[in-house]
């Protein structure tokens, strides 16, 4: 049987940085030999999740699917990358307990820009669109978001470059010994 791999989960506002810094990791991570799978949010809601709405109950069914395959990927040893908004802590909390059941670790990464830096950077044109009104359900704007209270990473996007937070992340990685040190 395989070694599990892990599960990085990023959660936060939308643009504030989850899918640059996954796609950067995972550069990373394949050159260092790891097996690695992304799953990003924008995509998997156009193709595994498209009959997936914003209420409530669609958010938890949508990350609920999607920690049915992250959890199956974890157990069979992919270091697999996660970036959705995910704006509740009882999903995430699901998240964490299903690849935990797998002996794969969760790691939670907190992304963090506040509202007014992701609006600034509007990389999608949402932001506009939600504070007009023409968007509902925005979350951070017209649907809440709730912060991770004890992520096991950070990435604060407003002081950090990307870099920095790979640093970050890779840093906490080894120490854990979830991949092997560079060295
Ligand atoms: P999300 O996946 O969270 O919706 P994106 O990664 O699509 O966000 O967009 C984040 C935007 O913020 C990108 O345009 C990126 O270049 C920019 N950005 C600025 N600084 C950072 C940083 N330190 N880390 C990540 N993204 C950053």
């Given at each position: 049987?395989?070694?599990?791999?892990?599960?990085?989960w990023?959660?936060?506002?939308s643009?504030?940085?989850?899918t640059t810094?996954?796609?950067?990791?995972?550069?990373?991570?394949?050159?260092?030999?790891?097996?690695?799978?992304?799953?990003?949010?924008?995509?998997?809601?156009?193709?595994?999740?498209?009959?997936?709405?914003?209420?409530?109950?669609?958010?938890n069914?949508?990350?609920?699917?999607?920690?049915?395959?992250?959890?199956?990927?974890?157990?069979?040893?992919?270091?697999t990358?996660?970036?959705f908004?995910?704006?509740?802590?009882?999903?995430?909390?699901?998240?964490?307990?299903?690849?935990n059941?797998e002996?794969a670790?969760?790691?939670e990464?907190?992304?963090?820009?506040?509202?007014e830096?992701?609006?600034?950077?509007?990389?999608k044109?949402?932001?506009?669109?939600a504070f007009?009104?023409?968007?509902?359900?925005?979350?951070?704007?017209?649907?809440?978001?709730e912060?991770?209270?004890?992520p096991?990473?950070?990435c604060?996007?407003?002081?950090?470059?990307?870099?920095?937070?790979?640093k970050?992340?890779i840093?906490?990685?080894e120490?854990?010994?979830?991949?092997?040190?560079?060295?």
């Amino acid at each position: 049987m395989n070694d599990p791999g892990f599960v990085l989960w990023f959660t936060g506002l939308s643009g504030s940085g989850k899918t640059t810094i996954a796609v950067e990791l995972e550069k990373v991570l394949l050159e260092r030999d790891l097996r690695v799978q992304r799953l990003d949010g924008d995509i998997v809601r156009k193709t595994f999740t498209r009959d997936l709405g914003f209420s409530v109950d669609d958010r938890n069914l949508n990350i609920e699917r999607i920690t049915f395959v992250t959890t199956l990927l974890a157990k069979h040893g992919v270091a697999t990358l996660v970036s959705f908004i995910s704006p509740f802590i009882a999903a995430r909390e699901t998240a964490r307990k299903e690849a935990n059941g797998e002996n794969a670790p969760f790691i939670e990464v907190f992304v963090n820009a506040s509202v007014e830096e992701c609006a600034r950077r509007d990389v999608k044109g949402l932001y506009e669109k939600a504070f007009a009104g023409i968007i509902k359900d925005f979350t951070g704007v017209s649907h809440p978001y709730e912060a991770p209270p004890n992520p096991q990473i950070i990435c604060n996007t407003e002081d950090e470059t990307v870099e920095e937070s790979i640093k970050i992340i890779i840093a906490y990685l080894e120490k854990e010994k979830l991949i092997p040190n560079s060295s």
